[in-house]
């Protein structure tokens, strides 16, 4: 199945600060997906990006499809930003199921 | 617009005991439904999905077992539960045809002592 590897693993940053997050898939993918987890564990949808760029707000996505990577940007970041992001691609296989990365947890600080 | 419901939000269970956890998913018609399973401090693992009523597929040989009753019902459970089932559960949903996001519900923390 596809492998997904996201980095850092983890990351701090003061408020106000930008930063990028990787995700690097094996397999040709045509759907990618970025999420957000916060501390209670809720899971929110920030994009779904097989390819090309979007932004949302002080957040945007771009997936590079034939090098096989994401980039997530946070910029002037807040301390709701804490908790874990995570990328998915979809295997085009089998289930077509989300592969879900191992995340990135990032911990803004005042 | 639409809503999921999880619940409940934290289980403690013994060792052997049954399980059941449902979610229902509002404002959506026939929707794919998921179950996944979150270990502390890693990735999300699929345990189930459902295309529609009475279909359920698994790729993941485990203790745990789903249904479908109804269209927007999906119901997780097992017999006898082991330490190993401890975890963060989640359901989610897909529109059917019309978009690719995943949405999730705010997840189940099971605890089996």
């Known amino acids: 199945g596809i492998q997904v590897e996201q980095s850092p693993p983890d990351l701090i940053l003061q408020e106000g600060a930008n930063s990028t997050l990787r995700c690097n898939f094996s397999d040709s993918v045509n759907n990618l997906q970025w999420f957000h987890q916060n501390p209670w564990g809720q899971l929110i949808n920030l994009f779904y990006i097989p390819s090309g760029t979007k932004q949302n707000g002080r957040l945007s996505a771009t997936t590079v499809a034939t090098e096989r990577y994401s980039l997530l940007y946070i910029s002037s970041s807040q301390t709701t930003d804490s908790g874990v992001y995570f990328c998915a691609p979809r295997e085009e296989t089998g289930f077509q199921k989300l592969v879900f990365g191992t995340g990135t947890r990032l911990l803004v600080s005042p | 617009s639409q809503t999921i419901h999880q619940w409940p939000a934290t289980l403690v269970q013994p060792v052997g005991s049954p399980l059941s956890l449902e979610c229902t998913v509002e404002g959506t018609s026939n929707p794919n439904l998921y179950w996944y399973r979150q270990a502390a401090g890693r990735g999300l693992q699929l345990l189930f999905y459902s295309v529609g009523i009475g279909q359920i597929s698994s790729e993941v040989p485990q203790n745990l077992s789903a249904s479908r009753p109804q269209d927007r019902q999906f119901i997780l459970s097992s017999k006898k539960l082991l330490l190993s089932d401890s975890g963060f559960y989640l359901c989610?949903?897909?529109?059917?045809?019309?978009?690719?996001?995943?949405?999730f519900g705010s997840g189940t923390q099971l605890s089996v002592l």
């Open positions: 989610a949903w897909r529109p059917r045809g019309l978009g690719e996001k995943l949405f």
